[in-house]
């Protein structure tokens, strides 16, 4: 399945496989995307983006990325292999053209011509090294577990490279667009500052405070980047990042909750844009802890789920519905077809009755760290208590979230970024060997069906085997996902080029490349 | 002139003594802190086998006692250590910091201190009258407000509606006068809110309190003025209380601006240690600590030199 190297018109709508375009139509588009029709990009001018994190953590390393502005910059200032569209499928970049072999072994061609900032020109042992770094537990990769997969990451003649992955993944160029694996330089261990090959050279970088990228002229993609300078800050605070929006300080923010939207709505110089992504917050009922192991417990809990109270009352209507299972509908594989579990405490009282349960005093914990999971553990106390189940909300700080809460109760909320691909986010989630296996749910058919998937080369069959582990998901594991959360950024009108891509918000967090600023 | 100085040396030897203790503390305290810079460097991703290989990386496999050991020898050297989060040595991250905090905090003293000490001593001088009543309202209502309150209203109406200042301060390199005055204008203005309207209430009840001492009474006596009364006789000797109100209320502009740093984005030591709290970045966060600890020591230091050297009882000496 060797892909062409397509023209710049061309890149956005081509897709990665053949069998993929049928799919285009069922996707949700998200207001305000702005690719279809493209006016001619002005050159020049200066932008200031805020999003919402930064702080000393901040770090040029793509291995290190864990937060929004982390992704931005490194977008900014490298390119991948590959990179994502507005449906998330991969598109060719620093890789000219990518072939396999069984889905094992895959060789890439690289661009030719391309420079890095400093001027040394784009090597295959640049590629070799910014990926292999990845499995170096030395190096603190945020990819480490997915960078197992390569087995052997080799230089294949002084153009291409050749990566042997330890089993079958059609998904690998998907992979590889991720911000993580962006290409730096051969050897490259200091990150004070960066050498790349992305659309704006690194001018400067201070951890917390800012980072300014200025225009490469010596881009690799002809006529881009279009903006002289970007300044990229962090405001942690919603309602000053809103300000510093509104009152023209900054040009671009992420991160708006919904309740702001209306003052931004309200100017006449600035908009909203809404991204429907794959990002959730989720019930996890441990699978190795009583009662939460019930699988009548778990159903009447994810009947206890007022999907669309929660869709409306807390997220003013910026959510969309979901039905218990991981795979948005903006996911070319996410299935339709599943009939939507409504919100039914007379089907909860039956589970509870027939596991026993009814009555019980049960704690469940939830943190502003997951994005409205406060909220929602009230709602389901409230909707719990008309059964006569009583859960207490154990409300803890965000600080220390991660590492001292979540998966550590027995019921308990989490929550789970965008991912570019399916088989990433069951891989990294609902494996029963999965790293973060958040409730501890084992079903070896699944882990069957997510292999089989992996490595199967036929569309059709690989949508699928998708749908019957959605399915699987749905009915048994132990994770109830009541929305999927819309990412919402505000921009100043004179921002052009701008959309969405659900990987994240500010466009996937890669508008760096396509944003102009009208004069 | 000797005791003075004995007084003083005494005093810095407290105060050093005082730093080792504080070091210590804030080193047992911030080991109390759920989870360390390995598990929030790795978030959400984090699995036993990638945290126990940064904690190795990082040092932090070693026990309490040896860190500490290691951390305060370096301290005395002049070496406060890496940034866990970042690698960067922390001075030079404190040191693209605390510039900045000096300036927002001279300039915040530069304009609250005499605001304030003329608020007191006209309200001193005039005490019981409308003067002495308006201020009083006016500084109540000032400390009554949350200062989170003040910049937001502030911001709002500046920035937002009438797009006089900016919302965030960032400030350049080499500001202009004009640069310098909208980058500084809020902040400054939210931080003198709350200190002014503490320094001058303490101006004021130090300034009365002298000014009902018997030997006020004769200079009245003997036809002093009203001005000269205040300034002249019982200033000079008020000046100890009121230096050490000013101390104390200069010692929150480093710490306790985190607010203001917040709101408008203004890049200080506050924000920075705040960032080492969430990132657990130990190093960065003793550094911080100790700084505080030290300014807020030399403060109060140089108010007890003012005081001793004002005393007009030992100037006889």
Same mark, same amino acid.
């Given at each position: 399945?060797?892909?062409?190297?397509?023209?710049?018109?061309?890149?956005?709508?081509?897709?990665?496989?053949?069998?993929?375009?049928?799919?285009?139509?069922?996707?949700?588009?998200?207001?305000?995307?702005?690719?279809?029709?493209?006016?001619?990009?002005?050159?020049?001018?200066?932008?200031?983006?805020?999003?919402?994190?930064?702080?000393?953590?901040?770090?040029?390393?793509?291995?290190?990325?864990?937060?929004?502005?982390?992704?931005?910059?490194?977008?900014?200032?490298?390119?991948?292999?590959?990179?994502?569209?507005?449906?998330?499928?991969?598109?060719?970049?620093?890789?000219?053209?990518?072939?396999?072999?069984?889905?094992?072994?895959?060789?890439?061609?690289?661009?030719?011509?391309?420079?890095?900032?400093?001027?040394?020109?784009?090597?295959?042992?640049?590629?070799?090294?910014?990926?292999?770094?990845?499995?170096?537990?030395?190096?603190?990769?945020?990819?480490?577990?997915?960078?197992?997969?390569?087995?052997?990451?080799?230089?294949?003649?002084?153009?291409?490279?050749?990566?042997?992955?330890?089993?079958?993944?059609?998904?690998? &160029?998907?992979?590889?667009?991720?911000?993580?694996?962006?290409?730096?330089?051969?050897?490259?261990?200091?990150?004070?500052?960066?050498?790349?090959?992305?659309?704006?050279?690194?001018?400067?970088?201070?951890?917390?405070?800012?980072?300014?990228?200025?225009?490469?002229?010596?881009?690799?993609?002809?006529?881009?980047?279009?903006?002289?300078?970007?300044?990229?800050?962090?405001?942690?605070?919603?309602?000053?990042?809103?300000?510093?929006?509104?009152?023209?300080?900054?040009?671009?923010?992420?991160?708006?909750?919904?309740?702001?939207?209306?003052?931004?709505?309200?100017?006449?110089?600035?908009?909203?844009?809404?991204?429907?992504?794959?990002?959730?917050?989720?019930?996890?009922?441990?699978?190795?802890?009583?009662?939460?192991?019930?699988?009548?417990?778990?159903?009447?809990?994810?009947?206890?789920?007022?999907?669309?109270?929660?869709?409306?009352?807390?997220?003013?209507?910026?959510?969309?519905?979901?039905?218990?299972?991981?795979?948005?509908?903006?996911?070319?594989?996410?299935?339709?077809?599943? &009939?939507?579990? &409504?919100?039914?405490?007379?089907?909860?009282?039956?589970?509870?009755?027939?596991?026993?349960?009814?009555?019980?005093?049960?704690?469940?914990?939830?943190?502003?760290?997951?994005?409205?999971?406060?909220?929602?553990?009230?709602?389901?106390?409230?909707?719990?208590?008309?059964?006569?189940?009583?859960?207490?909300?154990?409300?803890?700080?965000?600080?220390?979230?991660?590492?001292?809460?979540?998966?550590?109760?027995?019921?308990?909320?989490?929550?789970?970024?965008?991912?570019?691909?399916?088989?990433?986010?069951?891989?990294?989630?609902?494996?029963?060997?999965? &790293?973060?296996?958040?409730?501890?749910?084992?079903?070896?058919?699944?882990?069957?069906?997510?292999?089989?998937?992996?490595?199967?080369?036929?569309?059709?069959?690989?949508?699928?085997?998708?749908?019957?582990?959605?399915?699987?998901?749905?009915?048994?594991?132990?994770?109830?996902?009541?929305?999927?959360?819309?990412?919402?950024?505000?921009?100043?009108?004179?921002?052009?080029?701008?959309?969405?891509?659900?990987?994240?918000?500010?466009?996937?967090?890669?508008?760096?490349?396509?944003?102009?600023?009208?004069? | 002139?000797?005791?003075?100085?004995?007084?003083?040396?005494?005093?810095?030897?407290?105060?050093?003594?005082?730093? =080792?203790?504080?070091?210590?503390?804030?080193?047992?305290?911030?080991?109390?802190?759920?989870?360390?810079?390995?598990?929030?460097? =790795?978030?959400?991703?984090?699995?036993?086998?990638?945290?126990?290989?940064?904690?190795?990386?990082?040092?932090?496999?070693?026990?309490?006692?040896?860190?500490?050991?290691?951390?305060?020898?370096?301290?005395?050297?002049?070496?406060?250590?890496?940034?866990?989060?970042?690698?960067?040595?922390?001075?030079?991250?404190?040191?693209?910091?605390?510039?900045?905090?000096?300036?927002?905090?001279?300039?915040?003293?530069?304009?609250?201190?005499?605001?304030?000490?003329? =608020?007191?001593?006209?309200?001193?001088?005039?005490?019981?009258?409308?003067?002495?009543?308006?201020?009083?309202?006016?500084?109540?209502?000032?400390?009554?407000?949350?200062?989170?309150?003040?910049?937001?209203?502030?911001?709002?109406?500046?920035?937002?509606?009438?797009?006089?200042?900016?919302?965030?301060?960032?400030?350049?390199?080499?500001?202009?006068?004009?640069?310098?005055?909208?980058?500084?204008?809020?902040?400054?203005?939210?931080?003198?809110?709350?200190?002014?309207?503490?320094?001058?209430?303490?101006?004021?009840?130090?300034?009365?309190?002298?000014?009902?001492?018997?030997?006020?009474?004769?200079?009245? =006596?003997?036809?002093?003025?009203?001005?000269?009364?205040?300034?002249?006789?019982?200033?000079?000797?008020?000046?100890?209380?009121?230096?050490?109100?000013?101390?104390?209320?200069?010692?929150?502009?480093?710490?306790?601006?985190?607010?203001?740093?917040?709101?408008?984005?203004?890049?200080?030591?506050?924000?920075?240690?705040?960032?080492?709290?969430?990132?657990?970045?130990?190093?960065?966060?003793?550094?911080?600590?100790?700084?505080?600890?030290?300014?807020?020591?030399?403060?109060?230091?140089?108010?007890?030199?003012?005081?001793?050297?004002?005393?007009?009882?030992?100037?006889?000496?």
């Amino acid at each position: 399945m060797p892909l062409s190297d397509p023209n710049r018109r061309q890149v956005l709508r081509t897709l990665l496989g053949a069998g993929l375009m049928a799919t285009a139509g069922g996707i949700l588009v998200a207001p305000g995307q702005a690719f279809a029709q493209l006016p001619v990009p002005r050159k020049g001018g200066r932008i200031r983006v805020a999003s919402v994190s930064s702080s000393t953590a901040d770090t040029l390393d793509p291995a290190k990325a864990s937060l929004s502005t982390d992704y931005v910059r490194h977008y900014m200032i490298y390119s991948g292999l590959t990179q994502y569209d507005q449906q998330l499928n991969a598109q060719l970049a620093l890789a000219e053209e990518i072939s396999n072999s069984g889905r094992t072994l895959w060789t890439i061609k690289l661009r030719k011509g391309v420079e890095f900032h400093d001027g040394k020109p784009l090597t295959p042992a640049d590629v070799v090294y910014s990926l292999l770094r990845h499995k170096n537990p030395a190096t603190g990769s945020k990819m480490k577990t997915i960078a197992e997969q390569f087995e052997e990451v080799r230089a294949s003649g002084p153009h291409e490279i050749q990566i042997r992955l330890t089993s079958a993944n059609a998904d690998l &160029p998907a992979l590889l667009a991720a911000s993580h694996f962006l290409i730096i330089k051969d050897g490259t261990s200091d990150f004070r500052s960066a050498i790349g090959t992305g659309p704006y050279k690194c001018k400067e970088f201070s951890p917390g405070v800012r980072t300014v990228g200025v225009r490469n002229e010596n881009y690799w993609k002809p006529g881009k980047p279009y903006l002289d300078e970007i300044e990229l800050i962090g405001i942690a605070d919603e309602s000053s990042r809103v300000n510093a929006l509104l009152s023209g300080d900054v040009h671009l923010i992420n991160a708006v909750s919904p309740h702001s939207t209306k003052r931004i709505r309200a100017s006449s110089t600035h908009a909203v844009l809404e991204t429907q992504s794959g990002l959730y917050s989720d019930l996890i009922m441990r699978q190795d802890a009583a009662p939460t192991n019930n699988p009548d417990f778990v159903l009447a809990m994810k009947y206890l789920l007022d999907r669309e109270l929660i869709r409306k009352a807390l997220f003013r209507g910026y959510a969309v519905v979901a039905n218990d299972q991981p795979i948005p509908p903006s996911n070319r594989y996410h299935l339709a077809g599943l &009939p939507q579990r &409504p919100y039914d405490p007379e089907r909860a009282r039956f589970h509870l009755n027939k596991a026993g349960l009814l009555g019980i005093r049960l704690p469940v914990y939830a943190s502003p760290a997951a994005t409205g999971s406060v909220d929602m553990a009230s709602l389901l106390q409230e909707a719990a208590a008309k059964i006569g189940l009583k859960l207490a909300v154990n409300r803890v700080p965000a600080d220390g979230y991660w590492s001292r809460h979540w998966m550590k109760h027995p019921l308990g909320f989490g929550n789970w970024n965008p991912r570019p691909t399916a088989d990433l986010l069951f891989s990294l989630v609902f494996k029963s060997d999965a &790293p973060w296996n958040v409730s501890g749910w084992k079903n070896p058919q699944f882990d069957q069906l997510l292999l089989a998937a992996r490595g199967e080369a036929d569309e059709a069959k690989r949508k699928q085997l998708y749908g019957d582990m959605q399915v699987l998901v749905h009915e048994k594991c132990g994770v109830g996902i009541p929305v999927f959360i819309s990412l919402i950024d505000g921009y100043d009108k004179r921002i052009k080029g701008y959309g969405s891509i659900p990987l994240g918000g500010l466009m996937g967090y890669s508008f760096a490349d396509n944003v102009w600023l009208e004069a | 002139m000797n005791t003075i100085l004995f007084l003083v040396a005494r005093r810095i030897g407290v105060a050093a003594l005082t730093l =080792l203790l504080v070091s210590a503390v804030v080193f047992a305290i911030t080991s109390l802190l759920p989870g360390d810079a390995a598990e929030e460097a =790795l978030g959400q991703g984090a699995t036993p086998e990638t945290v126990a290989a940064l904690r190795v990386q990082l040092g932090l496999d070693q026990p309490g006692h040896i860190r500490y050991a290691r951390w305060l020898t370096g301290l005395v050297s002049g070496d406060p250590g890496q940034s866990l989060a970042n690698h960067l040595p922390v001075s030079e991250l404190i040191a693209s910091r605390l510039p900045k905090s000096m300036v927002l905090a001279g300039t915040t003293a530069a304009v609250s201190v005499p605001l304030a000490l003329l =608020l007191g001593i006209l309200s001193a001088m005039f005490r019981g009258g409308r003067v002495d009543r308006i201020v009083n309202l006016f500084t109540l209502a000032m400390v009554a407000v949350p200062e989170f309150l003040v910049a937001t209203l502030a911001v709002l109406l500046f920035a937002v509606k009438l797009h006089w200042l900016s919302a965030l301060s960032s400030p350049p390199d080499n500001p202009t006068l004009a640069q310098f005055l909208r980058v500084y204008a809020m902040p400054v203005m939210t931080l003198s809110f709350v200190i002014v309207a503490q320094m001058a209430r303490m101006t004021r009840a130090a300034l009365i309190d002298q000014l009902e001492q018997t030997y006020v009474e004769m200079a009245i =006596l003997k036809g002093a003025g009203p001005t000269r009364v205040v300034l002249r006789h019982a200033l000079p000797n008020a000046i100890g209380p009121i230096a050490n109100a000013i101390a104390l209320s200069l010692s929150y502009l480093l710490g306790g601006a985190i607010i203001v740093e917040t709101i408008f984005n203004y890049p200080g030591i506050a924000s920075l240690m705040v960032d080492a709290v969430t990132s657990r970045d130990m190093p960065l966060l003793q550094a911080s600590a100790m700084i505080f600890c030290a300014v807020y020591l030399s403060l109060v230091l140089i108010a007890d030199v003012c005081a001793i050297v004002s005393n007009p009882k030992l100037k006889g000496h």
